[in-house]
C-alpha cells in the first residue's frame, strides 16, 4: 500500500498499523474493531505464541464460545504450561475472529511457547545470562538533543529502567499522572466511556502510543526484562510479514510494546537478543476458560478485577447501567430479596448523580456498586457479595470444539462426562448420589479415579440426611488449571480406568507411611480399581507385617476397616481386605497398653485420638470375626478390645486423658455398669490424685459427644465432678481451668444451662428432686418412666419399615434395652 492510499483510506500514516490495546479491555477491543474495519489491513498480527497459528481456525467454529485460553504444555513434564486466556471483549479475540470473518490471514507474534516453557524451567535453577538492553545505546551514542534517554544519568531509571527487582505498572504511571488515584477508575473514564470514533477511529491508539513512548524513554524496560526477547522477536516477525504482505499490515499488541515495535534495531540486534534461547518440545490446544479465573482474585497475572462488568459493557448495546441494575436486581430476586422496578429507577438515578458528582463521564463500576448497595441491599455488604461474586466476576465457562487438540486421556474424560451426563461447570455445586443407581455408581467411580490422578473436580462432602454407604454427596467445579492435570496425568494411561491404575500401583510402592497404603486401598474400592487391588494389598501386608508403631498401626485401621462396607453397595470382594483388617487390629490390642505408659499430654492427647479410632474401627469390623491364631476358645475382636480398655482404665502409668477415655467407652458399650464407673471416677478424683492428671481424667471421661447429658443423667458422676472441682486447691485452680473450659465448652448451650441449673441447686436440692419425681427438676425422676419409653416403640417401627403388629429382634432389644 502506498503512502497516498493510506491517507486515503484512513491508515495513521505510512507503516505497520500498531493497535496498542489493554488485555480483557472491552473498550481496547471495541476500538480495535473499529479500526480493523476502517483499515481493512492484508493481514493480522497478533501477540501469542506462533506455534498457535494452527489452531487459529477452531475460533470460527460455532462450538468455540469465549472465555477460552491457549494452552501451551512441555510434552516431558506437562506440569509446566503457560496460557494465554481470551474474552469476547479480549482484543485479541476480536482481532481473530476479524480476520476470520474477512479471509484474512492471523499470524500470532509473541515469543514462541518452546522457548518460554524453557525459560521459566531455567529461571527456576538460577536465571539466564544477561542480554543486550533494547534502549541501551552503544558507547558514546547520544540522544538527539545530546543526552542518554529521557535526559537521566546512568543508574537512574532513564538510564536503563528501574531498580532491581521493581516492576514498573504503566496504567498506575499514567494514572497518577492524571491525578487518579486508581488506575482502574482512570482507564475506566479515558478508555471504557468513551463513545465510538465516528471521525478518528486510530485516535486512541495515537494517543496511547505518545503516552507508552513517554514511558518507555523514562522507565526503559520497567522491570519487565523478559519483554525486550519478546519484542525482539515481534519485531522480527514483522519484518517478516512486511515482505509478504508490504505495511498493510495491522499489528494487535499490548500497548506497553508499541513503542518497541515502532522502533527499528538492526536485524543482527535483534537475533543476538534471540540467540541461545533453551527450548523444550511444546504442544498447544484451546481449553475452557473462567471468568472467575479472569479475575486478579483469581491468580492471571493480566486479569482484570471485574470481568463480568466487562463482559457485560462489551455486550450492552446501549444503556449499560440500566441494564445492569435489571441483572443484579434478577439475580436479587432470586434470592428472596424485595426488589422492584422502583428500586431500579432509583439504583440508576443514585449512581448518574454519584458519576456526575465525582467528575466521571458516566457511571462506573464504583458508582453503580455504592448505588446497589444503598438502594437494592439497604446498606448491607452480604447481598452486595453476592452480587460481585455473580455477576461483578461471574461464573462463566467457556467451550471448546471437539475437534480441538487434546491428550488421549483428554478425549476419554470427555467422553465419559457426556456419557454420564457431567458437565463441567465454574459455578460450583452439589451433586448428590445414590450408588444403588448403576449411573450414579459409574458418577462415583469416575470422581474417584480423578482423585487419584490429583484431578480435583470433585470433593466429596457429609450427605445431607444420611450416613449410609449407598449415598454419596460431592461438591463439583471445573478450574482451567484442570487441563493441566489430565495431561500431567497422561503419562499414565490413554483413559481414565488405565491412568488411575497405573498411579495407583505406583503410589502405593513408593508410600512411606502404612495409614498413606491403606488409604489408597480405600480409595482403588471407591473407584473400582480391581487391577490395582492386588498390588495394593501386597504392599499393605508387606508393611503391616514390619511396622511395629502402634500409632501407624491405629492410623490405618480406621480406613482399612471403612472399606470393609464398601463390598455390600459396590459389590467388591474385600475377604482380604478383612484378613489383614483383623490382624491389624490383635497387634494394636498387644501393643496398646504398653505404648501408653508415660506419655506426655501432647502425645496422650493423639493416643486417645488413636483409642477412639480404633474403637469406631472394631465396632464397624464386627462383633463374629474371629481373632486369627487365636489358641484360646475364639472371641470376638470387640471382646478383646473391651478386655484392652479396661487394662488401659486401670493403670496408673496411663496418662488421665486415656484412662477417663477408656472408661466411658467400656460404659457406653455396656460392658461397665454406672456404679462400677463411679467407683473409678471417685478413684481418679480423691484428694491424692494431681489435679491436672484429674482434670485429664475428666475430659477424657466427659468429653466428646454425649459427655453433657451423662453428667445431665447421671448426678452421682455429676456430684463427684462437681465435689472435685470445689476441693481443688487454689494455687492449682489456675492450671487445671484451661483444660476444664475446653472440655465444658464443647458442650451445647441447652447442656451448658441444664448443667448448671443442677449445680446451682445443689447436691442436696438434687436429691430431693431425685426423689420427689415430677415434682423435682423437669425431666429427672427415681427411675424408667416405662409408659412414657414404650411411646417411641410406634416411630421405631415406623423408621425400620415394621408392620404395626410385626415383633422382630431388633425393636425386642430396643424394648430390653429401655428396661
Do not use: N
Amino acid at each position: 500500500m502506498t503512502d497516498g492510499e493510506a491517507i486515503r483510506r484512513g491508515w495513521p500514516g505510512p507503516g505497520p498499523l500498531l493497535l496498542g490495546v489493554r488485555h480483557h479491555g472491552p473498550g481496547s477491543a471495541r476500538a480495535v474493531r473499529a479500526a480493523l474495519d476502517a483499515a481493512r489491513p492484508r493481514a493480522v498480527l497478533i501477540e501469542g505464541p506462533p506455534e498457535a497459528d494452527a489452531l487459529l481456525p477452531l475460533a470460527a467454529e460455532p462450538d468455540m464460545h469465549p472465555p477460552v485460553a491457549l494452552l501451551a504444555h512441555a510434552v516431558d513434564e506437562p506440569g509446566r504450561s503457560s496460557f494465554w486466556p481470551l474474552a469476547e471483549f479480549s482484543p485479541e479475540w476480536v482481532a481473530i475472529r476479524w480476520a476470520l470473518a474477512h479471509d484474512v490471514p492471523a499470524r500470532f507474534i509473541d515469543l514462541p511457547a518452546v522457548h518460554s516453557l524453557a525459560w521459566e524451567r531455567d529461571e527456576g535453577k538460577g536465571g539466564l545470562p544477561d542480554r543486550p538492553h533494547l534502549y541501551d545505546r552503544p558507547e558514546g551514542e547520544k540522544g538527539t538533543d545530546g543526552s542518554v534517554p529521557g535526559g537521566a544519568e546512568p543508574g537512574s531509571p532513564g538510564a536503563g529502567g528501574l531498580a532491581a527487582g521493581v516492576r514498573l505498572d504503566p496504567l498506575a504511571v499514567l494514572a497518577d499522572a492524571a491525578g487518579y488515584d486508581d488506575p482502574e477508575r482512570w482507564w475506566e473514564d479515558v478508555v471504557e466511556h468513551r463513545g465510538p470514533e465516528r471521525r478518528d477511529p486510530f485516535a486512541p491508539f495515537t494517543v496511547l502510543e505518545e503516552a507508552m513512548t513517554a514511558l518507555r524513554e523514562t522507565y526503559g524496560s520497567g522491570g519487565h526484562d523478559r519483554d525486550l526477547v519478546r519484542e525482539a522477536h515481534m519485531r522480527l516477525q514483522l519484518r517478516s510479514a512486511h515482505k509478504e504482505f508490504g505495511e498493510d499490515v495491522a499489528v494487535v499488541c499490548g500497548a506497553w510494546h508499541v513503542p518497541a515495535l515502532r522502533r527499528r534495531p538492526t536485524v543482527t540486534a535483534d537475533k543476538a537478543l534471540l540467540k541461545g534461547l533453551p527450548k523444550v518440545k511444546a504442544d498447544l490446544t484451546w481449553v475452557p476458560w473462567t471468568y472467575r479465573r479472569l479475575a486478579r482474585a483469581g491468580g492471571y497475572g493480566a486479569g482484570i478485577a471485574s470481568p463480568g462488568w466487562y463482559g457485560h459493557l462489551f455486550d450492552a448495546p446501549d444503556r449499560p447501567v440500566e441494564r445492569w441494575m435489571t441483572k443484579v436486581a434478577g439475580l436479587l430476586r432470586a434470592e428472596d430479596r424485595l426488589v422492584s422496578s422502583a428500586h431500579v429507577i432509583e439504583a440508576v438515578r443514585l449512581a448518574e448523580t454519584l458519576a456526575a458528582v465525582r467528575g466521571r463521564p458516566l457511571p462506573g463500576l464504583s458508582e453503580t456498586t455504592d448505588a446497589v448497595r444503598a438502594v437494592m441491599c439497604d446498606g448491607s455488604d452480604v447481598p452486595l457479595a453476592l452480587v460481585h461474586d455473580r455477576l461483578v466476576v461471574g461464573d462463566v465457562l467457556g467451550e471448546v470444539p471437539q475437534t480441538a487438540p487434546a491428550v488421549p486421556l483428554q478425549r476419554d474424560l470427555g467422553r465419559l462426562q457426556r456419557r454420564l451426563r457431567l458437565k463441567p461447570e465454574a459455578a460450583e455445586r452439589e451433586l448428590e448420589l445414590d450408588l444403588r443407581k448403576e449411573t450414579d455408581a459409574e458418577r462415583s467411580r469416575l470422581l474417584h479415579r480423578l482423585r487419584l490422578l490429583r484431578i480435583t473436580w470433585g470433593e466429596p462432602v457429609a450427605s445431607r440426611g444420611s450416613t449410609g454407604t449407598f449415598r454419596e454427596t460431592w461438591r463439583l467445579r471445573w478450574e482451567p488449571e484442570l487441563s493441566v492435570r489430565v495431561a500431567e496425568a497422561g503419562v499414565w494411561g490413554t483413559t481414565v480406568l488405565a491412568a488411575a491404575t497405573g498411579k495407583t500401583e505406583a503410589d502405593a510402592l513408593a508410600a512411606q507411611a502404612l495409614a498413606e497404603v491403606t488409604a489408597l486401598a480405600e480409595q482403588c474400592l471407591l473407584a473400582g480399581l480391581g487391577d490395582a487391588l492386588p498390588v495394593v494389598m501386597r504392599v499393605l501386608a508387606d508393611r503391616a507385617a514390619l511396622d511395629t508403631d502402634v500409632g501407624h498401626l491405629a492410623q490405618a485401621l480406621p480406613a482399612l476397616v471403612r472399606s470393609l462396607r464398601y463390598g455390600d453397595v459396590r459389590g467388591t470382594d474385600t475377604a482380604a481386605l478383612a484378613e489383614v483388617a483383623a490382624g491389624l487390629a490383635e497387634r494394636i490390642f498387644v501393643g496398646l497398653p504398653p505404648a501408653c505408659a508415660a506419655l506426655d499430654a501432647d502425645a496422650a492427647a493423639e493416643t486417645r485420638r488413636h483409642v477412639d479410632a480404633v474403637h469406631g474401627a472394631v465396632g464397624l469390623l464386627g462383633d463374629t470375626r474371629e481373632v486369627p491364631g487365636a489358641s484360646a476358645a475364639p472371641s470376638t475382636l470387640r471382646v478383646r478390645w473391651q478386655g484392652v480398655l479396661r487394662v488401659l482404665s486401670g493403670r496408673d502409668t496411663v496418662p488421665g486423658v486415656i484412662r477417663g477415655r477408656a472408661v466411658r467407652l467400656l460404659l457406653d458399650d455396656g460392658a461397665l455398669d454406672q456404679d462400677e464407673a463411679a467407683r473409678l471416677m471417685g478413684l481418679a478424683l480423691s484428694p491424692g490424685a494431681p489435679p491436672a492428671d484429674a482434670a485429664a481424667w475428666i475430659e477424657g471421661f466427659v468429653g466428646g459427644g454425649g459427655g453433657g447429658m451423662l453428667l445431665v443423667h447421671d448426678e452421682r458422676l455429676l456430684t463427684l465432678v462437681d465435689g472435685w472441682l470445689t476441693g481443688v486447691p487454689a494455687e492449682a485452680f489456675t492450671d487445671v481451668l484451661p483444660l476444664l473450659r475446653r472440655t465444658f465448652s464443647a458442650y451445647e448451650p441447652g447442656v451448658r444451662r441444664t448443667l448448671g441449673e443442677l449445680v446451682r441447686r445443689g447436691p442436696q436440692d438434687r436429691g430431693r428432686g431425685a426423689a420427689a419425681g415430677a415434682e423435682g427438676v423437669p425431666g429427672f425422676g427415681p427411675g424408667l418412666d416405662a409408659e412414657r419409653a414404650d411411646a417411641v416403640l410406634p416411630v421405631v417401627r415406623l423408621l425400620l419399615g415394621l408392620d404395626g403388629d410385626q415383633e422382630t429382634t431388633d425393636v425386642d432389644d430396643l424394648a430390653g434395652a429401655r428396661a
